[in-house]
């Protein structure tokens, strides 16, 4: 069954792959994106794909009150928040204003963003919230502490969510994906270089250079997570949330669960 789906973050990476995908699979997809340029490469990709009669592409900067307005109109079965920024360095040195900048898009935006179609969901007494998390939102890593606090509050968000709407008739579910090569990981690493001056910080840069290293060696394919929420999106029924690749279940569990043994001058074996 054709589904009406709007989708943030629609301009690049795994929201735009997952909206091309939706499309192709006959839903009606509203594509949000930030900027007015991305519309244009999504037209292209979405006219080679010959996806375009089920593809309206929107401009959607969900800081921006106008356009949130506009995307307001639309009526939806199903929200995908798929939105997100995010600022590296070390959070003890890092100027607070990123880290609020970080909290700003990714847990309050989002969240007032939701609401009035939270609302109508509420009327028509059905509806899908799905939020795109992050395993940053399960665990922790060196240098992404202020992404990794706006995953955790999103996370906490959408499960105070899932147990005030699932009563009234609306599924809610996050999507937490690891590190995919999608060129998000890497710009969100480069930002640390805009403030970070090692004459006057005392982290050493080569340990956040080496972090940002690991990270973009440890990177996966993007398509089976996008193959992925292509799939799980438009479902009335499947698991609160979805983690892929599926060997990061395990790792999130086993990292949480070590929070309640480690000692306070340890560090956690899988951080070193």
């Known amino acids: 069954m054709s589904k009406t789906i709007l989708i943030t973050g629609a301009g690049s990476g795994l929201g735009k792959g997952t909206a091309l995908g939706l499309a192709a699979k006959g839903h009606n997809v509203i594509a949000g994106v ?3 340029e991305q519309k244009s490469r999504l037209l292209e990709d979405a006219k080679k794909a010959g996806v375009i009669d089920n593809l309206e592409i929107i401009k959607l900067n969900i800081l921006d009150f106008m356009d949130c307005q506009k995307a307001w109109e639309y009526d939806i079965d199903i929200l995908v928040s798929n939105a997100g920024i995010g600022h590296s360095g070390p959070v003890s040195e890092m100027p607070v204003g990123l880290i609020r900048q970080v909290m700003e898009t990714n847990v309050f935006s989002a969240l007032e963003f939701a609401q009035p179609f939270i609302n109508s969901m509420v009327e028509k007494k059905k509806g899908k919230l799905v939020f795109v998390s992050s395993v940053a939102g399960l665990s922790t890593t060196p240098y992404l502490g202020a992404y990794n606090a706006s995953k955790h509050a999103l996370e906490a968000i959408v499960q105070s969510l899932r147990h005030e709407l699932v009563p009234m008739g609306i599924s809610v579910a996050t999507i937490n994906p690891g590190p995919f090569d999608t060129g998000f990981n890497d710009r969100m690493y480069d930002t640390y270089a805009q403030w970070f001056n090692e004459e006057e910080y005392f982290t050493p840069r080569k340990n956040i250079e080496a972090a940002a290293k690991a990270m973009a060696e440890g990177q996966f394919d993007p398509q089976p997570m996008i193959d992925k929420m292509i799939e799980i999106i438009p479902q009335d029924k499947h698991d609160f949330r979805t983690i892929l690749p599926t060997d990061f279940v395990k790792m999130c569990k086993d990292y949480e669960d ?12 899988s951080k070193k």
Not at 258 to 269: A, K, L, R
């Open 34 to 36: 930030h900027k007015w």
């Open 258 to 269: 070590n929070q309640y043994e480690i000692q306070c001058d340890s560090v956690d074996e």
